[in-house]
């Protein structure tokens, strides 16, 4: 009976009685699991591949000989294989070095203080807190309201909007009365006048970089700030 030919990565069967024993004959697919990527059923040594030839020469049938066409087809199977898990090689060493890169370049904005979204705002012992927000077109007024962590309005204070682009603002870590604000964590809430009516607005807040981290699940990098981690994707200016 003619042995057909077996592809690439399939597994070698047991040769019949009077063939060679399964011990010297081909090796089967790498365990099961992937190896960068690569299926179970495509993982297979070069020496695995020969005795895989081997075995189908030693065992097909020589009044009915494999077609030598195949083989050859078999072997170009190999090599493309060989490269794929070349190239899955040489993308995972890309991909460490960029990570690498993101750190380095991460560890530049270290005590600089970046401009992203969000209401928290780390005010330190005699300090301020900064930020920008854009107006929509129309404002007529912006109102900064501070609240401390117990949710108790601590300031309020009307800003100028900009004609055009962020408009900047700036709370003086004093109370309504005129008296120092405690250190410690405040929330800030926005809002617009806009034709006579209120909008809330999404203000951008001044955060001071501490310390740099890779992301695990995104591979993106996230700055940690005196006000939580911020994503480098999010930041709109570095001071």
Do not use: C, K
């Not at 060679?20 to 020496?47: C, D, H, K, L």
């Not at 203080?113 to 929509?136: E, H």
Request: proline share 5%; charged share 5%.
């Amino acid at each position: 009976m003619s042995a057909s030919t077996l592809p690439i990565g399939s597994t070698l069967n047991a040769p019949a009685a009077g063939s060679a024993s399964g011990s010297n004959g081909a090796t089967s697919a790498a365990a099961a699991g992937t190896v960068n990527g690569i299926p179970a059923n495509m993982q297979i040594s070069q020496a695995g591949f020969l005795q895989l030839i081997s075995s189908q020469m030693r065992n097909q049938n020589p009044l009915n000989p494999t077609d030598p066409t195949q083989f050859l087809s078999q072997i170009e199977g190999l090599s493309e294989v060989s490269s794929l898990q070349s190239l899955q090689t040489s993308i995972s060493g890309l991909a460490s070095g960029l990570q690498a890169s993101q750190v380095l370049s991460g560890t530049s904005l270290l005590g600089h203080s970046v401009l992203a979204p969000g209401s928290a705002a780390n005010l330190a012992a005699g300090g301020s807190v900064s930020g920008a927000v854009t107006a929509p077109a129309g404002t007529s007024s912006l109102t900064v309201a501070v609240s401390n962590s117990a949710g108790a309005l601590v300031d309020a204070f009307s800003v100028a909007p900009a004609a055009s682009g962020y408009t900047n603002f700036t709370w003086n870590g004093t109370t309504a009365s005129g008296s120092a604000a405690p250190a410690g964590q405040y929330t800030l809430a926005l809002s617009a006048t806009v034709g006579g009516s209120s909008q809330s607005l999404s203000p951008l807040v001044y955060s001071q970089v501490q310390s740099v981290t890779i992301d695990p699940s995104t591979q993106t990098l996230q700055l940690n700030t005196v006000n939580g981690t911020v994503p480098l994707s999010s930041v709109v200016n570095i001071q």
